[in-house]
């Protein structure tokens, strides 16, 4: 266990150095990464999101491709096509970008469904299929997907099925203004992450991964404390739609992710309830129409009511 301790501490000592500021955000999207899930970012542009993803994949020595959603982006320019080649007189498949091990696909809720439903199943199967055809993805395969706040219900909102694929939500907000000073004194780190030199090798992070999933205990009070959780939101009148068992699996990776990040190798109750604003929120649907922090505090009561296992 101590190598892989000395596995996260690297990465955080590489986080430190060139995102200061930002170290809930960093926090919340490694441990989406370890759990082997994707992210969502609902937050204004211009906060840094592609440095956060780029950081990311640089640290780790992991490809990165980006995508920018728009309404005439089609599903192809996701996952690639085959064109003819005139010299060998036959088709050629090319990868599209979503063939790198980190994915950020910028304003995801722009891009038509028939597009994001592309997405679907790279992001759900590890795969794509074209013409018939099935390509498995790179690993680590992890996608950061981002929206406008104040678009969220624009162009094409995300349908429950593609949320549900997603293991956190969150937002990165506005630096402090300590921060923003520096950053405005010294600009952007994206030039220094460019030139950085990755301080785990892509084997060493899948079998960090690995080890995180294979080797930190989970007690039986904990799966059952997670069904409480599930049982709430499916048993509560507030909610039209509780968690799914998809949801639940995620929810527990996480959980893993997080005690190993806390130096534990077994599953605390805190694992799970701090992260519920992250996992829970974007997963079920309300009866009742709320504003964000509505939902967030009705969320946080009703978990509340749970007993911590003992």
Do not use: W
């Not at 919340?28 to 999101?49: A, M």
């Not at 063939?99 to 995801?108: A, H, S, T």
């Not at 992070?205 to 039986?220: E, M, T, Y």
């Amino acid at each position: 266990m101590k190598n892989y301790r000395e596995d996260i501490d690297k990465l955080f000592e590489y986080y430190d150095k060139y995102l200061q500021g930002k170290d809930k955000a960093l926090r919340l999207t490694l441990i989406t990464f370890l759990s082997r899930g994707h992210l969502l970012i609902e937050d204004v542009p211009g906060l840094g999101k592609t440095t956060l993803a780029l950081a990311i994949a640089k640290s780790m020595g992991l490809s990165f491709g980006r995508i920018q959603c728009t309404n005439d982006l089609l599903p192809t320019d996701i996952t690639g096509l085959s064109i003819f080649n005139k010299d060998k007189r036959s088709f050629e498949f090319r990868k599209g970008p979503i063939f790198n091990n980190i994915v950020l696909v910028d304003e995801i809720n722009r891009a038509t469904p028939k597009t994001q439903s592309a997405l679907l199943e790279s992001m759900g199967e590890k795969q794509v299929t074209v013409e018939g055809k099935t390509y498995n993805l790179p690993k680590p395969f992890f996608v950061i997907a981002t929206q406008n706040p104040s678009e969220q219900h624009g162009t094409f909102p995300l349908p429950e099925s593609q949320l549900d694929r997603f293991l956190m939500k969150i937002s990165i907000g506005y630096p402090s203004r300590k921060r923003e000073l520096e950053i405005l004194k010294g600009g952007s780190s994206r030039g220094e992450i460019n030139k950085s030199e990755p301080v785990l090798s892509s084997e060493s992070v899948l079998n960090l991964i690995n080890f995180i999933k294979n080797n930190v205990k989970v007690d039986d009070k904990i799966y059952e404390y997670l069904l409480e959780i599930a049982n709430i939101t499916r048993e509560s009148s507030e909610f039209l739609i509780g968690l799914s068992t998809r949801a639940m699996l995620s929810i527990l990776n996480a959980a893993k992710v997080s005690a190993f990040v806390n130096n534990r190798d077994y599953v605390i109750p805190e694992d799970i309830s701090d992260y519920c604003r992250y996992t829970v929120s974007h997963r079920v649907i309300f009866r009742r129409q709320l504003p964000e922090d509505e939902k967030t505090d009705m969320l946080k009561s009703l978990l509340d009511s749970i007993k911590f296992p003992v």
